[in-house]
């Protein structure tokens, strides 16, 4: 049970908001291909505790009688989460079913919540039973519901989740597609749990796949292999090229570099020339982690690119955590491409308006005009409490049309929490945005419309 959580939280973030924005509840027919299922050999009624020991249906093992409004009354969200996990404990593969029934009756952050957690606790008693009720009952929100049912699996059945992959791919043809270090594919899924209970053979069966599911899984393996041995893991790499290559050599050095700095160092600096800088750039950012002024060293000793941004905005990003954002700001003004400092501007700015709002707006008004202002501004006002004239005339000032519509959008609806004849007069006389954007903005603060993107 205690895998359940952060493999529920962990699809959560990936993507299931958005599965449940795009379809809940939908009964639209999917593919046949896509919602075949593999014979369950154990059969239909098998059923397990969480927890390992053995229950028989209805009658077998303890079971939560807290009822969801029950649940989501406890104080304290972490207590929330535990009775969840409680409540889910000890069902039986039909009690999932019916418990799958009710999520549409709950509001929406509740559900998404209970789904993940739901679904990745009946993978673990009957995978087969909730990937069908993922594929048959869910329409398009099943398509974000199935990866949390197949890592669930493979973290307590490797040998069956990759059985029923081979035979059903279709079904996890989007995992993958979002992007982010959370979306791996479903080949990778399966390595990474595998590795975890025994690398050797989630790399035997990464070799029986072929083109990108190979190479997805192979990478995930080495990666896992190397929390624990990032030596073996380094010599495993034979046969990868290209871009698979590449990220098997950053996720090796930034497990290597979390145990030994210097073994990672050295092994990085006998890696092909084409392949150095990315994994130092990711050795760099684990040892940012721990020792960020010996990583701000080492950044600034790699070459120019994008790899060298990635970890100077990671060495500032950790500089501001571990003490002043201020000072991170500072270094990363004076080392890094503009590229590296508007990012880093972007992720440091709410920790530095929440020590030292006076400083952070000082800096602001010293900046000019350009990428890094315009970002810098925009941070700022997103984490700052004000919401008076002053910040919407700021908000005003950015250079970028999408990013000064925005921000200027946001101050205004903020401002009329407090005064909505004052923030409709300030959008009405802009001159620093369009019409349909002020159409758009006053939508909002009078309550219509669906809102406005960073992109529109």
Excluded: C
């Excluded at 299931?16 to 299922?37: L, P």
């Amino acid at each position: 049970m205690k895998s359940i959580l952060p493999i529920a939280l962990s699809s959560l973030l990936v993507g299931g908001a958005i599965g449940y924005i795009a379809g809940n509840g939908s009964s639209d027919s999917e593919d046949e291909q896509s919602n075949k299922v593999v014979a369950n050999s154990g059969g239909g009624e098998r059923s397990r505790s969480i927890g390992g020991s053995s229950s028989t249906g209805d009658s077998g093992g303890r079971r939560s009688t807290s009822s969801y409004v029950e649940i989501m009354q406890e104080p304290g969200q972490t207590a929330r989460l535990q009775a969840l996990l409680d409540r889910y404990s000890n069902l039986s593969a039909v009690e999932f079913a019916d418990e799958a029934s009710t999520l549409d009756n709950l509001p929406f952050s509740e559900r998404i919540l209970a789904a993940y957690l739901l679904f990745g606790a009946w993978a673990e008693v009957d995978p087969y039973l909730a990937m069908e009720h993922a594929n048959t009952k869910m329409g398009r929100a099943g398509m974000f519901v199935r990866p949390t049912v197949l890592q669930s699996w493979a973290a307590s059945d490797p040998k069956g989740a990759a059985a029923y992959f081979e035979s059903n791919k279709t079904q996890f043809a989007m995992m993958g597609m979002m992007g982010g270090r959370g979306g791996g594919s479903g080949s990778a899924t399966i390595a990474g749990e595998w590795a975890k209970q025994d690398p050797d053979a989630a790399l035997q069966w990464a070799n029986t796949l072929e083109g990108k599911e190979k190479s997805d899984a192979t990478v995930k393996a080495l990666s896992q292999m190397a929390v624990t041995d990032p030596s073996r893991a380094s010599e495993l790499t034979k046969g990868l090229e290209g871009r698979a290559l590449k990220d098997a050599y950053s996720s090796i050095a930034s497990e290597w570099a979390k145990k030994s700095w210097t073994e990672t160092e050295s092994w990085v600096n006998g890696l092909p020339a084409e392949e150095r800088d990315a994994a130092m750039g990711a050795a760099v950012e684990s040892l940012a982690l721990d020792n960020p002024k010996l990583a701000a060293t080492k950044a600034l000793a790699m070459a120019e690119g994008e790899a060298r941004d990635e970890a100077v905005e990671k060495v500032a990003e950790e500089m501001a955590s571990q003490g002043d954002p201020g000072e991170a700001v500072s270094w990363v003004m004076e080392n890094g491409s503009e590229d590296a400092q508007r990012e880093t501007i972007e992720d440091v700015m709410g920790s530095w308006v929440s020590q030292d709002p006076t400083k952070a707006r000082a800096w602001i008004d010293d900046q000019p005009e350009g990428k890094v202002r315009d970002s810098g501004v925009s941070s700022y006002i997103m984490n700052s409490s004000e919401s008076g004239p002053d910040t919407f005339a700021l908000a005003e000032s950015i250079g970028d049309d999408r990013t000064r519509g925005w921000t200027v959008g946001v101050t205004a609806v903020r401002m009329a929490s407090s005064d909505k004849e004052g923030a409709i007069s300030k959008v009405q006389e802009s001159q620093a945005i369009d019409d349909s954007s002020k159409e758009r903005i006053l939508g909002r603060i009078n309550g219509e419309g669906r809102g406005w993107g960073r992109d529109r």
